[in-house]
Structure formats: C-alpha cells, structure tokens
C-alpha cells in the first residue's frame, strides 16, 4: 500500500491564496460614507474657493488710484451726482468686479469641460476657434465703424457673441458632417483649423485699418474688464445662465467620459448627448465671456490644474471650485491691472499671462 502524502494538493492551496489575497484588501467604504465623504469635500472646497471670490468682490471695488471708502458711497446726504465715491464705485469698478466674477468663472469652468470632453489637459477655452471667431466680430464691428450701440447695447459685444456662435456651428457642423456621433478628434482638428484660419483674417484685417483703428483692435485682444456700465452684463447674463444650468448636469457624466467613450457608455452614459451638451455649454460661456472682456488667456487651463492639484479629479468637486476660483483670480488681475502702473491701467489679459505662464510651468516641474 502507498503511503498518503501529507503535502497539501493545488486545491487546497488555491483557497488560501484567495483568502490571503482578500485579507489584504482595504475594507469597502459604505455607499453613505462615499456621500458624507463627498458632501464634506464640496462643503471645504465651496467654503473656501467661494469665500475668495466673495471677498475678491467685495474687496476690489473699494481698491484702485483713487481711494474711496463705503461710508461715502453710501452717504445718502450727498446727491449721486455730487457723491464722487459713490459714482467711482458704482460706474466705474463695481460693473468691472462683476464682469470679472462671470468672464473668470465661465472661462474656468469651460477649461474644465473642454479638457474632459476632450481628454486633452492641454485644452482651453481657445481650442476649438471660438474665440478667434469672437476676436473676428470684433474686429469687423470697429474697422468697419458700425453703429457704437445696438439697443443701448454696445456693437462691439454683440459683435464678438455672434461670431463666437458662428465658429462653434461651423466647428461642430464639421465634426458631425460624416459621423453618426460627435468625433471629438475631428472636433479638435477643426477647431484648431479655424482658430489659425481666423486669426489669419484678423491679421489682415489690422493690416488695412487705420492707426486709430489698430490700436484699438489690438487693446481689445489684450483683454479688458472696462465694460462701461451694467449692459453689457446683463446682455451676456442669460446665455451665461443657460452654460451654466448646462454645466450643473455634467459633472458625474464627464467622470465617466474621462475613463473613454466605451467604458462611459458601458455605464450607462450617453455619451453623444453629454458631448453635445459639454461643448454647446462650454461654447456659450466662452463665447459670452470673451464678449464681455476680451480673449483673457491662462484661466481656462491653469485654474483647473490648479484645483485638480488641490482638491482631486472628481468634476462633481472640479467644476464648482474652478468657478469659484477662476472668479477671484481675476478680479484680483484686475485690481493689479489697475493699481500696478497707476494713474496708467495695463490690460487684464497681460497680468493672467504674466501670472499664469510661470505659474503653470511650474506645475509641470513639480507634477513630474
């Protein structure tokens, strides 16, 4: 008779290694733990993003050349008309807080959602044309000498939203011509296209106008938040609404889209709607904020790296927080804009790229 061997058999080892294996494992975070979780990042992250920029708000307005305190501003024994303090405040550097509470939120959040639908962290709100096309209108309103307002509403605004629409339809047209879905490698490729094609027309268009001409057209390129009153706000204000009830229905969508179209589909995302939805939405706020101020450069790719260093990748936290950022930031750039060189006021768009540029090389260095 064989004897029985007391070595263990490859089925009694296989049990062990899947028990070891599991022992190992990190303990499985409850669905309501995963909330709370949730919950109190967004709660940290609005509290503070969202108390910069409100202080940005309140702060600015009372900062530039010339001093003023609330105490005048609010003085209601002095006429309007007579109350200096009041009519800085409220003509002069209110209008311009505010624009630059919308033109920073909306470009940072359109950064975001570009580099999600895009799965490229070098997108930006300028990617896909629609601001050169903005740049365009423009360009065609002051060369041309069109009327200075249409319906108390400066041209030049309405100019630049118009265009910015007109190469969004042209960009996403492409995109969709010969696909049953949204190609957002054709999307990309278009719109870097007709960003060149319509800065060449920009360039032309410099070169046979005026001295006079010129230089504003080149002021505006700079980027500036001197909007002269509270009607070009509140002409951007509704299309800024709609991006922004748009941007409210992405965040969990463009978790899922990051991972790929197939793995987001598998999950039960439809991922042609959401792509229409993020870049229509992203459009809208790109096309509305550069009608307000100017292509403004570096919001739209460094907040969002900024805020994903800081508070992770989830979009559900990324989107807000970069809103919120991107608000004081340049508001902020505003203030410096107008205090750096005083009584002179540089141009908005400067100080972002100044900033913004070192800034973000070195977030490459540390990040690698």
Not at 240 to 250: E, H, N, P, R, S
Request: charge should be positive.
């Amino acid at each position: 008779m064989g004897t029985m061997s007391n070595e263990p058999t490859g089925s009694t080892k296989r049990p062990s290694r899947r028990l070891s294996a599991s022992a190992n494992k990190a303990p499985l975070v409850p669905p309501a733990d995963r909330r709370w979780s949730l919950r109190r990042r967004l709660t940290i992250a609005l509290g503070g993003f969202g108390g910069l920029a409100i202080a940005t708000l309140v702060v600015a307005p009372l900062v530039g050349p010339t001093p003023i305190t609330l105490a005048r501003v609010f003085d209601t024994s002095v006429p309007f008309t007579e109350n200096v303090d009041a009519q800085i405040f409220f003509i002069a550097r209110l209008p311009r807080a505010l624009a630059g509470i919308l033109v920073g939120a909306s470009l940072a959040v359109a950064g975001v959602v570009f580099q999600a639908l895009l799965r490229n962290p070098l997108a930006t709100p300028f990617t896909l044309g629609v601001s050169a096309g903005a740049s365009l209108g423009a360009m065609l309103v002051i060369t041309l000498g069109l009327p200075v307002a249409l319906g108390g509403i400066p041209a030049v605004p309405i100019a630049s939203l118009l265009g910015s629409l007109g190469a969004a339809s042209v960009v996403y047209t492409m995109a969709t011509l010969r696909h049953r879905g949204l190609s957002t490698t054709v999307l990309l490729l278009a719109g870097v296209t007709l960003n060149s094609f319509f800065s060449a027309i920009i360039m032309f268009v410099q070169y046979s106008s005026d001295f006079a001409q010129t230089f504003q057209t080149v002021r505006w390129l700079m980027g500036n938040l001197d909007v002269g009153g509270f009607q070009p706000i509140f002409a951007a204000l509704p299309l800024l609404a709609i991006a922004f009830v748009m941007f409210g229905t992405l965040p969990r969508a463009l978790n899922l889209l990051t991972l790929g179209n197939d793995s987001a589909a598998a999950r039960g995302v439809d991922v042609l709607r959401v792509q229409r939805v993020a870049f229509l939405s992203a459009s809208l706020a790109t096309g509305a904020a550069v009608s307000l101020s100017g292509p403004i450069g570096f919001i739209g790719i460094v907040i969002p790296h900024l805020i994903r260093l800081v508070v992770g990748a989830d979009h559900r936290i990324v989107m807000p927080a970069s809103a919120c950022l991107g608000a004081a930031f340049l508001v902020a750039c505003d203030v410096a804009a107008r205090s750096v060189m005083a009584p002179l006021e540089l141009p908005v768009g400067v100080i972002t790229a100044l900033t913004g540029g070192p800034f973000f090389l070195w977030l490459l260095v540390r990040r690698r």
